[in-house]
T-cell receptor
Framework: EPEVTQTPSHQVTQMGQEVILRCVPI?????FYWYRQILGQKVEFLVS????????KSEIFDDQFSVERPDGSNFTLKIRSTKLEDSAMYFC????????????FGSGTRLTVV | QKEVEQNSGPLSVPEGAIASLNCTYS??????FFWYRQYSGKSPELIMF????GDKEDGRFTAQLNKASQYVSLLIRDSQPSDSATYLC??????????FGSGTQLTVLP
């Protein structure tokens, strides 16, 4: 079964450092997303990406965040200057066309900011 | 503010029983609703989606949607210990982004 692949599975970074989280969506999918889940809390939407541009972003997705699809397969989330409160599990997801657009989540990257 | 509300539980049912999970939503513009299962430390896994009023069945799972009452539910028949997980309800927005509830923790007792 096709999978959304995320790397790394766990990243520890110093406060103020930049991190890039990487995702390889399912190959024929057109819609890409990043979500995050702080430990013990809800899964929260960050950003959606379609046709090489952001289609929607949440209040969380401020100027320190950016997304990129640098080639035909990768989808990245960059956090420019990490804060302690950015510590969370970050999930990438991708979805295809059609009415059934319950999309597939990757296994996640656990980001720990120290 | 779009909200999806779930009873956080925990909900315990004996093996073989029916588990009933409920969800309400505030955004009348939401068109589709999703149930995801999340095991501890893992990513959400799609169980079902529903966008029409009424019931939708898939194996042991039945989703129910009542748009007038802004209510979504999930029934799990013949519950198994492997069904023990947190169940997340989510509603979709215009860009297909999902607003998740806080989840209901289900424990199926052998």
């Amino acid at each position: 079964e096709p999978e959304v692949t995320q790397t790394p599975s766990h990243q520890v970074t110093q406060m103020g450092q930049e991190v890039i989280l990487r995702c390889v969506p399912i190959s024929n999918h057109l819609y890409f997303y990043w979500y995050r889940q702080i430990l013990g809390q809800k899964v929260e939407f960050l950003v959606s990406f379609y046709n090489n541009e952001i289609s929607e972003k949440s209040e969380i997705f401020d100027d320190q965040f950016s997304v990129e699809r640098p080639d035909g397969s990768n989808f990245t989330l960059k956090i420019r200057s990490t804060k302690l409160e950015d510590s969370a599990m970050y999930f990438c997801a991708s979805g295809g066309q059609g009415a059934d657009y319950g999309y597939t989540f990757g296994s996640g990257t656990r980001l720990t900011v120290v | 503010q779009k909200e999806v509300e779930q009873n956080s539980g925990p909900l315990s049912v004996p093996e073989g029983a029916i588990a009933s999970l409920n969800c309400t939503y505030s955004d009348r513009g939401s068109q589709s609703f999703f149930w995801y299962r999340q095991y501890s430390g893992k990513s959400p896994e799609l169980i079902m989606f529903i966008y029409s009023n009424g019931d939708k069945e898939d194996g042991r799972f039945t989703a129910q949607l009542n748009k007038a009452s802004q209510y979504v539910s999930l029934l799990i028949r013949d519950s198994q210990p492997s069904d023990s997980a947190t169940y997340l309800c989510a509603g979709s927005g215009s860009a297909r982004q999902l607003t998740f509830g806080s989840g209901t923790q289900l424990t199926v007792l052998p």
